[in-house]
Structure formats: C-alpha cells, structure tokens
C-alpha cells in the first residue's frame, strides 16, 4: 500500500466492542513473497486440522486468510504463537476483540487464585495468557482494527494485572508462612502498605510489545505486619527475588515481563524493596535530576494502590519544584547533558537507525515533554501527567508549544512507536534498531502498511528529521562543562586555575594530578577516548564522574584507580553512555575503586570483567546454578584445544567471580549466599578442568578398562562456604578393575602411574599461571597420609585408611568432604564411605580431648594476625568450624542423626545446635558464624592484605558496617569482641573431655 494510501496514525480507531479479526473487509498488508504465502497458506491449512473452528474463517473468508497468511509471513513469533494453540487463533477470530482482551486480562489478574497455588503454576498461568495477549493485540495492530495507543494501553493494563496477581500471591504465601499478617486473605493487597509502582512506559500506559518494565517497591513496615520488624528487608528482598523469577524466567511457555528494579533509590547499595519513610528522606536529601523526570510517569500497578497514590502525593513536591531556582536549573541541565551523551548514534539513516535514542526518535520527544513539565509542573498541576500526547496537548494549551509542534510531534511519536512495535513483533525482541538489510527493511515497510522500503524510508526519515529540528529548538546542541562548583576546563597543556579551585571544592588534595590525568583522557591517549564519539561522551560524563569520586574519601586515590582502569579499557563509547545514563552503574564503580583494591586491581588489569555489569539482572537476583552451567558450556564451546579451553575457563571464572563480588558490595548476595555461589562456580569450573584433562589423557595413553574416577572437595569447598581467593581442598579417589594393569592407550600406564598423572595434571590445570591467570590454589594435603602419600587414592585403600588409621582430625575434615565431578557411581560410593565413618561410634572422652589438643595446636602454631583476623582469633571461625565438626562427630554415639558430609556450618548448628546446647548458645553460635561469614566474604573479597581499620580504605569500613548492621567501627569491634569470648567459651565446653 502506497504512503498515501495509509491511514494517518493519529486517524486510525482503537478497537471498539465490535471489532473482531474474523469480520476483516480488506488485506491492509501483504506477505513478504508469493512463495512466503503459499507456504503460510499450507500451514495455516494444519492448523485447520488441529483445531476445525479456523476452517470457515481460512475458506469462506477471503481477507481473513490472506491477512493471516500475510501476518504469519512478516512475523515469525506471531506464526509460532498460534501455532502453539490454533484454538486460541480459532477464538480470537471468533470473539470480539475488547472480550478476547479483557478476558485475559482478567485470567492475569486472577492467576494467583485457588488453594496452594505454587510459583511454576501460577508462571504458566501467566506465560499462556501473557502470549494470546500479545498474538491478539498484534494481529489486531496489523489489521488496522487497533492503534499503537489501545495496545500500549492494553499492555501496560496486563502488565499491572500479572503483577498485581504475582504480589497477592507472593504476600499471601508470606502471610501463611507467619513471616507478615494480612488484613484479608482473599485480598491480600488491600491495607498490606506494599506499594508497587511502574515506572516509565508502564506508569504511563504506553508499553512497547516486546518491553521490560520498571517497578520500584516500597513498603510500610506497621502496615505489613510482620511478625518480626526487622527481618523485613530479607522477606522482601526473597520475595522480589522471586516476583523476578516468575515474571521474566523462559519458560516452555516462554516468560510474561523482563523486570528490573534498578529505578530504586541508590539501587548499588540499597534492598530491592525500601521503607516509605526511609525512601521519602532520599528523595528529599539526596534524590537526582534524573529520578525527578523518571517519578513524572510513576503510577502504582499493585500491591496497595491507596497507599501508593499517597506516597506519590507525599513525592510531589520532589518532582515538580514550586519554584525555578538557579539548583533546579542546574538539575535540568544535566539531564540535557545525559540526553545528549545518550543519543549519539550520527546522522540520520533509515537502515539500523535506533527509533527510540537515536537521532529524531521517540526518546528525544518524551525528553522533550519531561523537560518543559519539570520546568513548569511545579506551577502548573495540568503538566503534571504521565502520557506523552496528553502532555503534549497541555503543553499547547498552556502556551509553552505552539499547536503545530504539538500536532507534529504527537503524530511523529505515534508514528515511530507504530514502527517500533512492529521491530518487536518479528521475533518478540526487545529491540529498537531498525534492520541493516534490504530485504528485513521491507518486512518492516510490509508490517507498517507500505508497499515498499523505499516509500517507508522516506516518510520515517521526515518523521525524524521533523522531532530532531523541534528537538533542537528546545535544547542547544552543546553542553557546558560548567558545574554549579565552577569551571571543569581540561584543554590546552597548564592547568586553569579556577578549575583547580572547583577541583579541590569537590573533595580532592591534589587537584594538579588530577588535572593532568583528566587532560590525558581528554586529549586522546588511551585507546578508550581515541574516537571523537568516545571524547564527547566521556566529557559529558566528566561532571558526574568527579562529583561522584569527590564524595569518597580518598577521593584521588579513587580516581586514580578509574584512570588505571581506563588505561586499559580497549574502548570506551559503550561504557561512558551507560555510566551516562546509569547514576547507580557509576555510583557502583566508586564503590569499587574507593572501597575495594583488589577488585580495582582486576578490574584495571582485566577490564573486560566489567562487561558482565551490561547484564541488566545483574542488581537483582543470584545466578542460579543451572543458568551458569549453560553459561559456562556456551563460552567454552568456540574453545580449538586444550590451552585454549584452560584459558577460557580462567577468562569465565575471573568475570564470574568478579560479578559475585559485585553482588555481595552491593548487598544482592549476603555472606553466605556469597560462599555458596562462589562454590557453585568452583565446581562447574573445576568439572569442566577434569573433563579437560581427562580428554588429554585418553588422547595420550588410552583408558584404564573400567576405571573410574570421583573429585572430592573438601574444607570450605566441600561446606559450600568459598570466600574471593579461597584455596581448593581436593582429593582424587580412583578405582578400576583388579585384573586391568595398564591403560589401552599409544603409551600405556599402569593405573597407580595413571591416576597419579591424571591428578598432577589437573592441579596444573587449575593453579598453573597462564596469561590469563590463574584458576585456583590447589591443595591436596587432606589426602590419605597427607603430603607423604600418593596423589591419587584407590577407593579400597581410602575407605580402609579412613577406618582404621585415620586420625581424629582427619575425620573432622571429612565432615566437610563433597563429591563434585567424576563417575556417578563412584561419587555414591564415596559419599556412603563419608557416611559410614561419621556415624561410627567413638570415645567421646578421646575425640573431646583430640579436637581441644587440635585447636590449641594451632593456637600454638598459627597465631592470628591481628583482632581482624576473623579465622584464627580465639572464638573466631575455626572455633565456630569446630563446634560444628565436633557435634557432627559426635551425634551417632548420642543417637542423633547428623547431616551428610559437605553440609554448610550454618546448616550443621541449625541441625544439632539445639541437641547439644542451650537455645542461647546455639543462637550465639549461629549469630557469631553469620556476623564473622559476612564480614570475612567483605575483608577477602576487597583485601589481599590484613586488614588495618586505620589504614583501610574509607568506603571499605562503610562495606563493613553495612554487613555488620552496625552503625560505626567501634561498635562493629566490640560486637566481634563479645562474640568471640563467647563462642571460646563455648566451644571450650563443648569439647570438654
């Protein structure tokens, strides 16, 4: 269909009540090829067998089918939509289109209904309705039976629906678990205090088809009722964790809304969900220019929506100032600064041109709207809506745009936002970027009512030239890098004086360095700032960048750190328009580079680590073991060779262990969570290492005839509690068949000789330095006979050594012992030995006085290294690891069933804890092991030295104190001293003889 064939955007008719797909008159767009078609035609013919209800509609009705054919052609999701559950297609063609939506909207809406309704059913619920939505609104959007406006709006509705559905049954599963008490159970939401707000695109109804959405959560502690105020924050945090999961997790049924909760106040070192009252105080003393523009289109979706609307009341005055102070200006231009730093993206052209940051797209005229109601919102309460076309209306109305911008700019925004849904429809992407090919072009062009890409081309690029010559009349095309602290001047080869000035007022001691540093990024020398593109970003960054290191102490040493970081950087663009756009990005790097040398250190050395941050779920949620495995096979499967596979493995392990430390500064991960993920990496590594190596090993000498293999992990690695940098305590234990004597291979082995190599190898493999570092310290000394026996253990000779030589601190490590990789069947066998010797019956009086005469042992030998020393202080770790141990041992004698081997110490007290002591020790015990857990993860993962408080870095003690729940240093350091006093003293008795 030609151009001006087309209906107008602004002119096309939302769907009404009569509506419905199956009374099409006329075919408003064709296939992508008569080959295309005929192929569609045939497949819609079997979906006819599988549900007969399609057959009138693909034979009798002419348009009806040639519109299908034509839709199913351009849009490959759409097509396997429907091909899912043709009966879902057969209704829709059937059924009204306001009754087919609204009756999904409603099953969202009630998803979270009947008796003990689990997360898996109430995501499928979610998934099958979320995706005959979305086949609905688009075939619809396509046939001209609706506009980008009613499916924005429709969309945006079941967004809040699902996730109101997800809230009431999250809160309702809180309220059966006695964690929170709801006022009613068949409304959990109503009263609950638990405010959920959409943000963006979903706060103002105009959700894209294939979009995330943005919430922020806040909630009144009195209002929730939870059974113990202060166990709130980690009841929200697991329940948003899992809203999270339900909502964006694939599926079979695919997945309802990706989901990110980064809109938050300071989302690098806040809960997922904040106190109102907390929240307010942010907003009111250290809220941000850019959080002014994101509340405009705030709205609550679920949870308590009167409590929700009155926390935005309450936000009102933050958002749209009374009066235009020279502090708002300031504010306002640094929002232009960030759009200008953010759209880039050269000069107009139609082919891979960014419809929403590029050039003339839809974010320059919401930019353009959100600006002038920033300026005139505080004054005028008609600017303070959340609709861009509404907005745009009053801005007319009101004198601050003359009707033909308005005209203009509401028929260009609905016009690219029609473009932009049809983007995502192809393959259900959430992407903006036009495609860069001819033919993909036109399937665009074809989807939008065009006969071609040529007629297409032509009146999108009016469209856009037409916003970014409005656009430009708003903002100048320059920005100033004059701050409200005075001049940030960078250019010629001295220092400007009043710059030096502005420098030190930001917090710095030698504002010369940091001058000439600043003027090296400026005139080019790195690799990162060489591109023209990558200067101007980097300099509208600037102003953030030094304000942000001028607020922590050590604000140069800070930012030194950054400059080492960027010496290295291979290239910058992306990095400065995300740290740009991301105030919480950047606030997380200070974070880093003021609070955590080793980090910066690999960071510095090894930036591409920092890529992993570009993963929006990063803030959010813990990796799941599944998902890092399937991660991991993915980045190993390009790896050609052996050295080329060890590398990779150590490039994986070296970003993944960085992300984890970035969620546990952060406060994603807390101290235990932390030990567990970072073991969950260390096996999957190490697995792969010995799949490696045991290649390389059959390639070189064959295999031994029913050989077989287990990976014993021990210490913290078997407990599940790694910190940063841990060793790996490892045992390999072998079997094979008694009449086998060498292995089938070019160069055969005798199986001492063979498992012996194979596990030599494997250390190797894993501590050997490459040039992409090292993996882990091995240690292996945990064996049978410690360093003077052979690397590798036959399984006969291990169970025998275990249960009849062994000594008593020997089986203390077996407690923590854990298969990890090798064969199945061996892994069974081993884990039953570990069993066996752990539920023996032994001299209690003997075993008492062999773990008292071991720890003060290494009292003895291994003093600690100062109070910090968190492991070997008396009644620190080790005291804590014992007691453990000690009761572990010790539970078969008294007829108690212990946990397996391998079991965390955490989960070992809550076991026997209450069989061996009093409650209050046992709850000492426990808090003691979770404090010290916490800050050692912080100390190991930020240090490689001792810890010295007066030497530390300052953002390093604000880490502590957060992890410590404690308000300062010295009230952090006489908890530690109380506790460990106290756990001395109990584990004293506790291994008494």
């Not at 019956?841 to 773990?851: G, N």
Request: net charge negative; proline share 5%; charged share 25%.
């Amino acid at each position: 269909m030609a151009d001006k064939e087309r209906p107008a955007p602004e002119s096309r008719p939302p769907h009404d009540e009569a509506a419905r797909l199956g009374a099409l008159a006329r075919n408003p767009i064709m296939p992508m090829s008569k080959a295309e078609a005929k192929a569609g035609l045939a497949d819609l013919r079997a979906l006819a067998r599988e549900a007969p209800a399609l057959a009138p509609f693909l034979e009798d009705a002419a348009a009806v089918r040639d519109f299908l054919v034509a839709a199913f052609s351009l849009s490959p999701y759409l097509r396997d939509a429907a091909a899912l559950r043709p009966a879902v297609l057969a209704e829709l063609l059937a059924t009204p289109l306001n009754v087919f939506l609204e009756a999904r909207i409603a099953s969202a809406r009630n998803a979270w209904q009947g008796e003990g309704v689990s997360d898996g059913e109430i995501m499928t619920r979610l998934r099958r309705a979320k995706r005959e939505m979305a086949l609905a609104l688009a075939l619809a959007d396509l046939a001209r039976l609706s506009d980008a406006k009613a499916s924005a709006r429709d969309l945006s509705r079941f967004a809040g629906a699902a996730v109101s559905a997800v809230v009431d049954h999250l809160l309702l599963g809180a309220h059966k678990a006695g964690q929170i008490h709801l006022a009613d159970e068949r409304r959990p939401s109503a009263g609950s205090g638990v405010i959920v707000l959409g943000m963006g695109k979903l706060g103002a109804g105009e959700l894209n088809f294939s979009s995330d959405i943005d919430l922020v959560v806040f909630y009144e502690p009195q209002a929730a009722g939870f059974a113990d105020p202060s166990d709130a924050p980690e009841i929200f945090a697991r329940l948003l964790r899992r809203l999270i999961r339900i909502l964006q997790e694939r599926t079979g049924d695919g997945y309802v809304f990706r989901t990110d909760l980064r809109l938050r106040p300071d989302p690098g070192a806040t809960p997922l969900a904040i106190p109102v009252e907390a929240a307010l105080i942010y907003y009111e003393g250290r809220g941000q220019n850019w959080e002014r523009a994101a509340f405009i289109k705030a709205q609550p979706v679920a949870g308590d929506l009167e409590a929700g609307a009155g926390f935005l009341r309450e936000l009102r005055p933050f958002v749209f100032r009374k009066y235009l102070d020279y502090a708002a200006i300031a504010d306002i231009h640094s929002i232009k600064r960030q759009i200008h730093a953010h759209k880039g993206h050269g000069e107009i052209a139609v082919k891979g041109h960014n419809v929403k940051l590029g050039r003339g797209g839809i974010r320059e005229i919401e930019f353009f709207v959100q600006t002038q109601q920033l300026i005139a919102g505080g004054r005028t309460p008609s600017l303070r809506g959340r609709e861009t076309e509404a907005m745009l209306a009053e801005l007319a109305r009101e004198g601050w745009i003359d009707g033909q911008t308005r005209d203009e700019l509401t028929a260009a925004y609905w016009f690219l936002r029609d473009v932009e849904h049809r983007i995502q429809m192809v393959h259900d992407e959430q992407s903006h970027v036009l495609p860069t090919s001819e033919a993909e072009l036109k399937r665009i062009a074809l989807m939008m009512g065009f006969a071609d890409a040529r007629s297409f081309s032509e009146a999108l690029s009016k469209v856009l030239r037409r916003v970014e010559r409005r656009y430009a009349q708003l903002f100048e095309r320059e920005a100033s890098l004059t701050t409200e602290s005075g001049n940030l001047v960078f250019t010629g080869q001295s220092d400007d004086p009043d710059t030096l000035e502005t420098l030190r007022r930001l917090g710095y001691e030698r504002p010369e360095d940091i001058s000439r540093v600043l003027r090296t990024w400026h005139n080019g020398r790195y690799r990162a700032t060489q591109s023209v593109e990558a200067r101007e970003r980097l300099t509208e960054l600037t102003p953030a960048l030094l304000k942000v290191f001028g607020e922590s102490r050590r604000a140069d040493e800070a930012l030194l750190r950054f400059d080492g970081f960027l010496r290295q950087l291979p290239a910058g663009i992306q990095l400065f328009s995300l740290l740009g756009n991301n105030p919480g990005l950047l606030s997380l790097l200070v974070t880093i580079m003021s609070s955590a040398p080793r980090l910066a250190e690999i960071v510095a050395a090894r930036p591409h680590v920092f890529d992993g941050l570009l993963d929006r779920r990063l803030l959010a949620e813990r990796p799941e073991r599944a998902a890092l495995a399937a991660r991991l096979v993915d980045f190993l499967a390009p790896a050609r060779h052996y050295e080329d596979r060890l590398d990779r493995l150590r490039i994986f392990a070296a970003e993944q262990r960085f992300l984890l430390g970035i969620r546990l500064l952060t406060g994603v991960l807390d101290g235990e969570a932390s030990g567990e993920a970072l073991t969950d990496l260390a096996d999957l590594v190490i697995a792969a290492a010995l799949e490696a190596v045991e290649a390389e090993m059959v390639a070189a000498h064959g295999v031994i005839p029913g050989g077989r293999l287990a990976l014993i992990a021990m210490g913290k690695a078997g407990s599940r509690e790694l910190t940063a940098g841990s060793d790996i305590d490892l045992i390999l234990i072998y079997d094979h068949d008694d009449e086998q004597v060498e292995s089938d291979g070019p160069r055969p082995l005798d199986p001492t000789r063979y498992y012996a190599r194979l596990t030599q190898r494997l250390i190797a493999a894993l501590s050997a330095p490459t040039a992409e570092g090292v993996l882990y310290a091995v240690d292996m000394r945990l064996r049978p006979s410690g360093n003077k026996g052979p690397v590798a253990t036959r399984m006969p000779a291990f169970a025998r050594y275990q249960q009849e030589e062994a000594w008593t601190w020997e089986h203390l490590a077996l407690t923590r012992a854990r298969a990890i990789a090798g064969d199945a069947g061996l892994m069974a066998e081993a884990t039953a030995v570990f069993a066996a010797i752990l539920s023996a019956p032994r001299d209690p009086r003997q075993t008492a006085k062999d773990v008292a005469e071991m720890r003060a042992l290494i009292d003895k030998e291994k003093a600690p290294d100062g109070a910090w020393d968190l492991k070997l202080i008396p009644g620190g770790l080790v005291d804590l690891e014992f007691s453990a141990q000690f009761m572990m041992l010790m539970a078969a004698g008294r007829g108690i069933a212990a946990p397996p081997s391998g079991t965390p110490t955490r989960a070992v007290l809550a076991q026997l804890g209450p069989q061996f002591l009093s409650p209050e020790d046992a709850e000492t015990l426990t808090h003691a092991l979770h404090l010290m857990t916490a800050l050692s993860q912080v100390l190991r993962l930020c240090l490689d030295d001792p810890f010295e408080p007066e030497e530390a870095p300052a953002g390093l003690i604000d880490l502590l104190c957060r992890a410590g729940d404690a308000p300062d240093m010295k009230v952090l350091e006489a908890e530690l001293r109380g506790l460990g006093k106290s756990v001395r003293r109990i584990f004293t008795a506790l291994a008494s003889p």
